[in-house]
């Protein structure tokens, strides 16, 4: 009655994550991972990833690499990336390859460091995506112009309707 309460018995922790303590999580060299890899602290990679990462704060050793997408609140790498890169504070060391786009707030880049790709603030592909999405109004217009005498342009016609 007064006591503690109970947790039903399905409950189910795994299908919400939550960080109970601050220590990272360390993929080893002699690791290659299939899948995605989700975490909300932080992860050093130095092993291999074949799949999408979704983690708070990552470090990509110099053994490491990701072949997938990469979404991060920071990154910093050393290592190997071969898919697009999404965060807001991205440090590219020296010996760091990466190879597709970077979309990032902040972005780090040391000499010596291999990029192929683009590179991108966040903000421009928001930009970007409202541009394209006009498209439509654009196509309304030139419908609308292109209508009527093929022989007179709209300003011509407008002239002759005045005389």
Known sequence: MF??????????????????????SIISEDVRLTGSLVSQGEVQLDGRIDGDVRVNHLVIGTTGTVEGTVT??????????????NASK???????QVHGDVYQDTLSIDAGA???GNLKQRHEAETVALINNDTESKSELTSVLSEGDNDLSFFNKQAAEKE
């Open 90 to 96: 991205v440090v590219i060391e020296s010996s760091a």
């Open 3 to 24: 006591g503690k309460k109970k947790s039903p018995v399905g409950n189910s922790s795994s299908s919400h994550l939550k960080r109970t303590n601050n220590t990272p």
């Open 114 to 116: 291999i990029i192929e």
């Open 72 to 85: 991060a609140e920071s990154v910093i790498v050393k290592g190997k990336i071969f898919g697009s890169l």
